[in-house]
């Protein structure tokens, strides 16, 4: 046999080309929302800082105001940093510890704020040095 029969081929390519004559106007192309010249960007906000010391006392700082902790309780924490939220929501609350302080005081402290509704909680490494 000296020659192929392309009559399946052909076949079968017209039956792609409808498929695809079909679908293209049912795909909705992505949108991508550009900012605008006018618009200005706010700086990031500093976030407040819960401290966790060697004797597992909880030290409140915000780190936008000033540089100062003060000492706090469970509750008082969870109304401060609630109180301070709800007037920039977009301040995040990082948990820092001593290293001698076990984890699961740390993991106690984000449960709290967690459980509470606090958005965004994270947690604060020191990089090591050298």
Known sequence: MNQINVVP???????????????APLINPGQ????SVGQSLKPPVAPLEVEIRKDNSL????????????KVSREEL????????ERNPEQAVV???DKSVR???????MDVLQSN????????AKPKAG
């Open 9 to 23: 081929y052909i076949d079968v390519m017209l039956v792609l080309l409808i498929i695809f004559m079909v679908t």
């Open 59 to 70: 030290h409140l700082r915000d780190l936008e105001k000033s540089n100062t902790a003060r």
């Open 117 to 124: 509704q606090v958005k965004k909680v994270g947690l604060l």
């Open 103 to 109: 984890y699961e005081e740390v993991l106690k402290v």
């Open 78 to 85: 969870v109304d401060a940093v609630k109180a301070q939220q």
């Open 32 to 35: 991508i929302e550009l900012p």
């Open 95 to 97: 948990i820092s510890a």
